[in-house]
């Protein structure tokens, strides 16, 4: 699960990590309210935040026309002006795709006096199953670039999930950014409190971008989180109700949002043949294969190890939401999951919503006998398959593509 920023930031103060005043506001009078508050607080400029789930709101253009989901406003009355071409206004950038995303929340800030920016983030580590602080003296950047372009100026540490963090960890890290002084003592203490927000919230991804060290009012320097990003194990979520009530429906296709009351994780595509897959890597494999044969995957839809007969429903049924689709391939491999159970999910499904696009069903594994048999006594009008390949083909030639 994503959250927006300003809420980011509430999780990470709890852990003492330095962040600027910022205030949420979903209407012009929240936003001239919380940008008097900023003023009042001494701050000579007030920036106002767009919250979507996405980044790159800088540069982005809203399709209005106006430019820029982030503006650095001198006055009360210019920051509710940009409010107001931003408020109820679709944003695009580039990771939202052509569609954009609907503004509905904007963060009120104050403005920061900003010497230096830096990257840090912890995250899991597959490879080696630890907890991975990584930082870098190119803030402002994204991570990628610079991975791709100056690998040497990634800092990497990774922590024992035993003891956690250390302090000598935290200093190294503030060490490998190369601040001194008082610059170095805050930014350790950061650090530790980046890292425990990542471990108390049980979130794959704390993401500070820029982590800036910035100049307080009275002359002093620090540093804060002047952006964040937060992604959540969805997993651990039962932990955090707190967290959970986080989640913004407004941010999640409508189709994605049905798809998880099921436990399915379902994400929707640009092509037509829509795929329906037990676990995430058959259904990448056969996202895959499908484009191998010339066809254009509509969805991938990973229905679960243990999927039931009314889970396999639903999940025809989200699929033929998709006006897109012309033809699905079930591609189902039997460990834990009953072919059977898949079969006579699908056969109910077929009936119910009076499919009338090819469908081409590839069974193998546990109790597949009994799954083809089903299917074959159906009276249904499908198509089956021995082998991905196979299902892949003629799934691609009965759409005709």
């Given at each position: 699960m994503n959250i927006h920023e300003y809420q980011a930031?509430?999780?990470?103060?709890?852990?003492?990590?330095?962040?600027?005043?910022?205030?949420?506001?979903?209407?012009?009078?929240?936003?001239?309210?919380?940008?008097?508050?900023?003023?009042?607080?001494?701050?000579?400029?007030?920036?106002?935040?767009?919250?979507?789930?996405?980044?790159?709101?800088?540069?982005?253009?809203?399709?209005?026309?106006?430019?820029?989901?982030?503006?650095?406003?001198?006055?009360?009355?210019?920051?509710?002006?940009?409010?107001?071409?931003?408020?109820?206004?679709?944003?695009?950038?580039?990771?939202?795709?052509?569609?954009?995303?609907?503004?509905?929340?904007?963060?009120?800030?104050?403005?920061?006096?900003?010497?230096?920016?830096?990257?840090?983030?912890?995250?899991?580590?597959?490879?080696?199953?630890?907890?991975?602080?990584?930082?870098?003296?190119?803030?402002?950047?994204?991570?990628?670039?610079?991975?791709?372009?100056?690998?040497?100026?990634?800092?990497?540490?990774?922590?024992?999930?035993?003891?956690?963090?250390?302090?000598?960890q935290a200093r190294k890290t503030a060490a490998a950014l190369g601040l001194k002084g008082d610059l170095f003592n805050a930014a350790a203490k950061f650090v530790t409190g980046v890292f425990k927000t990542w471990w108390e919230c049980d979130a794959w991804l704390v993401e500070i971008n820029p982590l800036c060290a910035v100049e307080l009012p009275e002359g002093k320097e620090s540093v804060v989180a002047l952006d964040a990003k937060i992604s959540l194990d969805d997993n651990g979520l039962y932990r955090h109700p707190d967290i959970q009530a986080m989640r913004d429906l407004n941010e999640e296709a409508p189709l994605e949002i049905e798809a998880s009351k099921f436990n399915l994780n379902y994400i929707k595509l640009d092509g037509n043949i829509a795929c329906l897959v037990n676990g995430a890597g058959l259904a990448m494999a056969t996202m895959d294969i499908i484009q191998h044969f010339g066809g254009s995957p509509a969805n991938f839809l990973d229905v679960g190890g243990g999927a039931s007969q009314e889970q396999v429903a639903a999940a025809f049924k989200i699929i033929l939401q998709d006006p897109n689709v012309k033809g699905i391939l079930v591609n189902i491999f039997g460990g834990i999951m009953d072919c059977n159970v898949i079969a006579t999910g699908i056969v109910a499904a077929v009936k119910e919503t009076h499919l009338k696009i090819p469908l081409v069903v590839r069974l193998e594994g546990n109790n597949v006998v009994a799954g083809r048999k089903t299917l074959a006594e159906s009276g249904l009008k499908l198509i089956t398959a021995d082998s991905m390949a196979d299902a892949a083909q003629k799934v691609v030639k009965a759409v005709g593509k």
């Open positions: 930031k509430k999780l990470l103060a709890q852990y003492g990590v330095a962040v600027p005043l910022e205030i949420p506001a979903q209407s012009l009078d929240e936003v001239r309210a919380a940008a008097e508050k900023i003023v009042a607080s001494g701050s000579a400029k007030i920036v106002i935040k767009s919250q979507i789930h996405a980044g790159g709101r800088g540069k982005g253009s809203f399709t209005s026309g106006f430019q820029g989901g982030v503006k650095a406003a001198s006055t009360v009355d210019e920051a509710v002006a940009f409010a107001e071409k931003m408020l109820g206004n679709v944003l695009v950038t580039k990771q939202t795709g052509p569609d954009g995303r609907r503004v509905q929340t904007l963060l009120v800030a104050s403005g920061a006096k900003i010497r230096k920016e830096f990257y840090l983030a912890v995250l899991l580590d597959r490879a080696v199953g630890r907890p991975l602080v990584m930082a870098s003296t190119e803030g402002g950047m994204d991570i990628e670039e610079v991975a791709a372009k100056t690998p040497e100026k990634i800092f990497k540490e990774w922590i024992d999930p035993a003891v956690g963090i250390m302090p000598f």
